[in-house]
């Protein structure tokens, strides 16, 4: 899901409340960063952003306002399909909480489907630390090694090797210069489905 954008407007929306205009490059640093630690980069650059409960509330309620915008990446959907007939089991790890989570999920029409879904809300360390996708293993009683990880940032690619997985990085078309961990193989924006089917192959 191409959630980074909604969480970026989200964050514009709430800032603009506090009388902040976000820089062009703030979206940029928080790419893949849970809520405390968006909430300590942003912190560090305006000091007279409110206290943590207060900025996650804000925050929170734009998104959900704007969740319903949420589309599923090309590419996604073809991947999810093709997994989906081989009977490959598959999960969401996300950095979102619990509440965004499902969001994004109902907005893709998701949210029913049988999906085993980790949020940051079901551990105690996010992303980049492996407990997200050790956490999805341990659901989906699979080893860790045999899992693989389709990831869009480098926080998350790094909880995927972390865990010992094998991780696809798949940047957004406007983000392909982003410095992934070394480790992941890359898979252009167009060329996922292609990816997935070599690994599988092989």
Known sequence: MD??????RALVDALRGWGIEAPDDLQR???GLAMADTFARVRGRFA???DYDEFV???SRAYLARAKDLKMRPGAAAAFD?????RTPQALVSNSARALLDANLRAVGLFEAD?????????????????PYLRA????????GECLVIEDSPPGVASGLAAGMTVLAWPEPDRCDLAFPPGATLAPPDALISRVRDLFAG
């Open 29 to 31: 640093e928080l790419i």
């Open 137 to 144: 293993a341990e659901r989906l009683r699979i080893p860790p």
């Open 115 to 131: 999906l085993i879904t980790v949020s940051r809300d079901d551990v105690d360390r996010g992303k980049p630390d492996p407990e």
């Open 57 to 59: 509330a804000a925050k």
């Open 82 to 86: 093709w997994l989906s007939r081989r």
């Open 48 to 50: 007279r952003l409110p």
């Open 3 to 8: 959630s980074e954008q909604v969480h970026h």
